[in-house]
């Protein structure tokens, strides 16, 4: 897989399919941090203990929050349903946009780097 021209981070929590060198080498296969050293791109780990720094746990508070906005157009008070919650979930998904991914990210590089020039392809068109 090669990256979008441009790209020379990408921030990572340290998950262990994230690190699992050894587990891929033993394999046969190529470390994560070989493949990215061979994509002349730099993982920028997430420290333990920081959430919002993660691009992913602000899509997961985006998404909470867009939920209790639904939850009185979809049950009544009840509980979701399965459907229902099936269907705001994919209405939730339509929703979310390359700009606002991008803005998960641009916060997430901000917290990180503060006083540090936000990468191009992270700019806010």
């Not at 021209?5 to 891929?24: C, P, Y």
């Not at 867009?66 to 269907?87: A, C, I, L, P, T």
Request: aromatic share 12%.
């Amino acid at each position: 897989m090669k990256y979008p021209e441009g790209i020379t981070h990408d921030l990572v929590d340290k998950a262990s399919f994230h690190i699992a060198n050894r587990a891929n080498t033993r394999r046969g296969g190529v470390g994560v941090l070989e493949c990215y050293e061979n994509q002349e791109v730099t993982p920028d780990f997430v420290p333990r203990g920081y959430p919002e720094y993660n691009p992913v746990e602000q899509l997961f508070g985006w998404l909470k929050a867009y939920m209790k906005k639904k939850v009185n157009e979809y049950h009544d008070g009840s509980g979701w349903s399965r459907e229902q919650m099936r269907e705001v979930l994919l209405e939730a998904k339509s929703k979310v946009t390359y700009e606002l991914v991008k803005g998960w990210y641009r916060n997430s590089f901000e917290h990180m780097h503060p006083g540090k020039m936000i990468p191009l392809y992270l700019r806010a068109q």
